[in-house]
């Protein structure tokens, strides 16, 4: 066959689109757990066709932020926090593994650059900013990730971390998230320091004390 360059095909970059802005909605909570997703009703929404939204939920139901049964509409997956409680543990060791390899790699920038993401996370918390503070955090940890250089890690929380920043969310007015801003001052001291095994200990502290707080709300 006569080799050809193909022009990219919009609705690849449809169906991505639909699938961020309906993911965001279901995390923040404007999709409430249980609320059900019609694909027509979306479809219409978005002013598109209902093939890049049934790809979209798909997607989603993939990751376990939303789920259907034969015969039945498709649902925001309710809040389990069983299944949080895994989550922040296999989180907790992603992030200790990509702080570990990322302290050799760390630049004097890197590190000015979590000093101010925390300073605006522990901003957001005093406004009561819950999104801003969840931006904040994950901007904190989003360092560490990009200087450590395994796109495996990066590929692998990404299916992971919306569980967690849902509930988060939902139980935002209890948290004391201040907590988090003085455990990330240690963990940006020891980076500091070049000090790997304890950037890493502090790292998974930091994600599991906070998965215990958050899962134990219910109990």
Same mark, same amino acid.
């Given at each position: 066959m006569k080799n050809k360059k193909f022009t990219p095909i919009k609705r690849l970059s449809l169906r991505d689109e639909v699938y961020e802005t309906l993911k965001n909605s279901i995390v923040q909570l404007d999709f409430e757990p249980g609320a059900r997703l019609h694909d027509k009703e979306l479809a219409e929404d978005f002013g598109i066709s209902r093939t890049p939204v049934r790809e979209a939920l798909k997607r989603l139901e993939d990751e376990g932020l939303v789920e259907s049964t034969p015969g039945s509409s498709t649902r925001v997956t309710p809040l389990k926090e069983e299944e949080a409680s895994h989550a922040f543990t %296999? +989180?907790? +060791?992603?992030?200790?593994?990509? /702080?570990?390899?990322? $302290?050799?790699q760390l630049a004097e920038r890197d590190l000015d650059l979590l000093e101010s /993401?925390?300073?605006?996370?522990?901003?957001?918390? !005093?406004?009561q900013d819950f999104i801003g503070a969840i931006k904040a955090d994950e901007a904190f940890h989003q360092i560490y990730?990009?200087? /450590? !250089?395994n796109p495996e $890690? $990066?590929? +692998?929380?990404?299916r992971i971390i919306p569980k967690i920043q849902r509930l988060e969310i939902a139980q935002f007015g209890s948290l004391n998230g201040l907590k988090s801003v003085e455990q990330?001052? !240690?963990i940006i001291? %020891?980076?500091r320091q070049r000090n790997a095994d304890m950037a890493s200990r502090l790292v998974e502290e930091n994600w599991l004390s906070l998965g215990e707080l958050l899962t134990s709300k219910g109990k």
């Open positions: %296999v +989180a907790a +060791a992603l992030h200790a593994l990509g /702080a570990r390899l990322s $302290i050799p /993401a925390n300073e605006e996370l522990e901003l957001a918390l !005093k406004q990730l990009q200087a /450590a !250089k $890690i $990066i590929s +692998a929380l990404k990330h001052k !240690k001291e %020891v980076s």
